[in-house]
Each structure stands twice: as structure tokens, then as C-alpha cells.
């Protein structure tokens, strides 16, 4: 079966402060991508970035990277230097295959960050 | 560009009566279309999809049925709305196949059954 899994129910930081957000995914697939999303109050989920299970790179876009560890499932993200725009649910999500309808995002309960000014 | 419109935004409903729930698309053709609830408190959890015109599947047994009349609308409906049937919920679509396939949101419509 697969899973995901957001620990961290509410994160509270202080801007300028970096944060981690802690994704962990269980699947038996051997092809699979992983998936984190931004829910600003507005409620628009904003698609972050995507990464396939072949690809272990550590990827780095601004003042976000995120850390993929196969060994021990986890999809980690980072915000650095945290600012309060950043104040939002941020969910991971799975999914196996190659695309299509049928392969459908599995979404963690997500994690919400209150950066305070 | 590609663009996803869903409303309405808020709707308060009694319990017992109906619901419709509206999605389109715009710029694109033959898209996949997804409809999710976000529970308070909780992840997404998909409701239905469909891959084409009067194509459905349904992933959770419920109160609710999603239709799809032509290629870039996607309904969601029920005949009697229940108070556990509140949440936000949340259109979706998505085109192709692929590593570069990737799943576009609405803005939601926050559903309070009272």
C-alpha cells in the first residue's frame, strides 16, 4: 500500500529562520514520484516541484531545496531564511507509474507553517 | 495558458439537500480531471477522475457522483447532502502521460453542511 506521511502537524518560526519540512513515503513501486505542494490561505494548492524515484539529486530552487533519501524513504524540504509569505499548509504526496489518470496522488495530512515577523 | 476555474468559492447547504459543484478548464484539450476533499484537519483525498467525456471512476464509496458532459467540465454532485460531506473541495486536472505530467489545482470550494 502506499503512503505518505507528514509528522509535523504545525511548525512555528521566526522569519530569517531556515525550517525543514519532514515527508516520509512508503510504496512498493519501483518507479514512483514524489510531489510537494503549497496551500496559501487562499486555498489554491500551488504545485512545488515533482521528482522521480530514479533521481536522488538533491535539488535547490531559491531559498527552497528539498532532499530525497531512497534509503530511508523520505522527501525532506527546506526553507531558508523564511519569510512570512511562506506561511502556508504544505502537503507532500506519491505517485506510482508513469502518469496518467489512473495513476493518482497520494497526499500526506500536510505540515502548517506560520512564519511569524 | 492554461486555466482552471471552480466555484463557487463558499456554499452553506442544509443537510438534505442537494449539491453542484462546477469545474472547467480552459486552454487545453482532453485533459484528466480529478475532484478531491480536504477534510478539517486532514489530507486530500480523491473522489473521483475521469480521463474522458462520461468517463468516471470512483475511488471512495460515498454520497456523492461526478459527471462529465463535455471534455472541459467536471461536476460534482449529490442528491442529499450529509454533514459529514463538509469540506473543501478541490478540482483538478492534469494532461498526458509521463515524467512531465503534473496536477493543476483549482481554488476550492469551502462546502459547510449544516
Known amino acids: 500500500a502506499q503512503k505518505v506521511t507528514q509528522a509535523q502537524t504545525e511548525i512555528s518560526v521566526v522569519e530569517k529562520e531556515d525550517v525543514t519540512l519532514d515527508c516520509v513515503y512508503e510504496t512498493r513501486d519501483t518507479t514512483y514520484y514524489l510531489f510537494w505542494y503549497k496551500q496559501p490561505p487562499s486555498g489554491e494548492l500551488v504545485f512545488l516541484i515533482r521528482r522521480n524515484s530514479f533521481d536522488e539529486q538533491n535539488e535547490i530552487s531559491g531559498r527552497y531545496s528539498w532532499n530525497f533519501q531512497k534509503s530511508t524513504s523520505s522527501f525532506n524540504f527546506t526553507i531558508t531564511a523564511s519569510q512570512v509569505v511562506d506561511s502556508a499548509v504544505y502537503f507532500c504526496?506519491?505517485?506510482?507509474?508513469?502518469?496518467?489518470?489512473?495513476?493518482?496522488?497520494?497526499f500526506g495530512t500536510g505540515t502548517l507553517l506560520a512564519v511569524q515577523p | 495558458s492554461q486555466t482552471i476555474h471552480q466555484w463557487p468559492a463558499t456554499l452553506v447547504q442544509p443537510v438534505g439537500s442537494p449539491l453542484s459543484l462546477e469545474c472547467t478548464v480552459e486552454g487545453t484539450s482532453n485533459p484528466n480531471l480529478y475532484w478531491y476533499r480536504q477534510a478539517a484537519g486532514r489530507g486530500l483525498q480523491l473522489l473521483f477522475y475521469s480521463v474522458g467525456i462520461g468517463q468516471i471512476s470512483s475511488e471512495v464509496p460515498q454520497n456523492l457522483s461526478a459527471s462529465r458532459p463535455q471534455d472541459r467540465q467536471f461536476i460534482l454532485s449529490s442528491k442529499k447532502l450529509l454533514l459529514s460531506d463538509s469540506g473543501f473541495y478541490l478540482c483538478?486536472?492534469?494532461?498526458?502521460?509521463?515524467?512531465?505530467?503534473?496536477?493543476?489545482f483549482g481554488s476550492g470550494t469551502q462546502l459547510s453542511v449544516l
Open positions: 504526496a506519491l505517485r506510482k507509474g508513469y502518469g496518467g489518470a489512473t495513476n493518482k496522488l497520494i
Open positions: 483538478a486536472w492534469s494532461v498526458g502521460v509521463g515524467p512531465n505530467e503534473k496536477l493543476f
